[in-house]
């Protein structure tokens, strides 16, 4: 069955730099879209970051300049490589991919950026 499972979060402080990972089994992962997704104490779900097949990338305004996301199709992974983190980039940080109409996400993993 789809599993994703990420990784690499932490307590930061601000202006520092983490890498998150996200390990895909299951599916075909070269074949779909990957997605990063957070959440915040008290806020709705929000899309961070995208990267298509081709590895065409998009970003929310937020986090424009400071995050990078990639693919690695020989590992089944996708990064998240996040720098100058603020203490509003605090939140958990879920995987996300859409196979066949269906969401499939991961457990998350908790970025916290504080002092």
């Known amino acids: 069955q789809v599993q994703l499972v990420e990784s690499g979060g932490g307590l930061v402080q601000p202006g520092g730099s983490l890498r998150l990972s996200c390990a895909a089994s299951g599916f075909t992962f070269s074949s779909y879209y990957m997605r990063w997704y957070r959440q915040a104490p008290g806020k709705e779900r929000e899309l961070v970051a995208r990267i298509t097949t081709a590895t065409s990338t998009d970003y929310a305004d937020s986090v424009k300049g400071r995050f990078t996301i990639s693919r690695d199709n020989a590992k089944n992974t996708v990064y998240l490589q996040m720098s100058t983190l603020k203490p509003e980039d605090t939140a958990v940080y879920y995987c996300?991919?859409?196979?066949?109409?269906?969401?499939?996400w991961g457990n998350g993993t908790l970025v916290t950026v504080s002092s």
């Open positions: 996300n991919s859409r196979i066949l109409g269906l969401d499939y």
